[in-house]
C-alpha cells in the first residue's frame, strides 16, 4: 500500500508541472492547473479512502482465480477428449482388423465356391461327354444292327430269287409249308 501512495504521489507531482509555469503564482485558484491538480489529488485520495485499490485488487484476484478455474477445468476436458480419442482409435483399429478378417474370410469362401463350381463343372462336363459317347454308341450299334438287318433282308432277297431260280415249284411248296411250321412254333 505504501507503494501505491508514492506511485500516487509522484503521479500527481508530474502532472502538477505545468502549474509552475502559470503567471499567477503557483498556490493560486485563479490558476487552472492547480485546481484541477488539487482535484485530481483530493479524487485519487478518495478513491486510496474509500478502498478501491483494495476492490481492484480484489476483482482482479477474483477474476485470475476464475481464469485459473476455467483453465483446469481445460484442462480436464482436454485430458478427457484424450481418453476418448484414445478409445475411439482402439475400436476403429478393432473395426479395421474385423474388417479385414470379414474380407480375408469372404476370400477364402469365394474361393472355395469357386472350386466346388469348378469340380461340378468338370463333373457335368464328364457326365455329358459320357451321354455322349453313350449316344453315339447308341447310334453307331443301331447303324450296324441297321446294315445288319438290310444285308440279311437283301441276302434273303438274293437267296430267294437264287432258289427260286433253281428250284422246281413243288420244292417251293415244300419249303413254304417248312417255313409256315416253323413260325407257327415260333411263335406260339
Not at 485459473?68 to 476403429?92: G, H, N, V
Not at 469340380?119 to 447303324?143: G, N, V, Y
Amino acid at each position: 500500500m505504501k507503494n501505491l501512495h508514492k506511485y500516487t504521489l509522484a503521479a500527481v507531482l508530474f502532472s502538477a508541472s505545468p502549474v509552475f509555469a502559470s503567471k499567477d503564482g503557483l498556490f493560486s485558484l485563479n490558476n487552472t492547473d492547480f485546481v484541477v491538480s488539487i482535484a485530481f489529488v483530493l479524487f485519487i485520495g478518495v478513491l486510496v479512502y474509500l478502498g478501491v485499490p483494495k476492490l481492484v485488487g480484489k476483482m482482479l484476484d477474483d477474476r485470475a482465480d476464475a481464469i485459473k478455474t476455467e483453465i483446469d477445468e481445460a484442462r480436464a476436458l482436454q485430458e478427457e477428449a484424450k481418453t476418448i480419442l484414445a478409445s475411439y482409435e482402439r475400436k476403429r483399429k478393432e473395426v479395421a482388423e474385423q474388417s479385414e478378417g470379414i474380407i480375408a474370410s469372404a476370400k477364402e469362401e469365394a474361393q472355395l465356391a469357386a472350386d466346388a463350381a469348378k469340380e461340378a463343372l468338370k463333373a457335368t462336363i464328364a457326365r455329358r461327354l459320357q451321354a455322349a459317347t453313350d449316344q453315339i454308341q447308341s447310334a453307331q450299334d443301331a447303324a450296324v444292327r441297321e446294315v445288319k438287318d438290310k444285308a440279311v433282308t437283301i441276302a434273303i432277297a438274293v437267296a430267294g430269287d437264287v432258289i427260286a431260280s433253281n428250284m422246281a415249284a413243288k420244292d417251293e411248296n415244300a419249303l413254304i409249308d417248312a417255313a409256315i411250321k416253323d413260325v407257327g412254333v415260333k411263335l406260339h
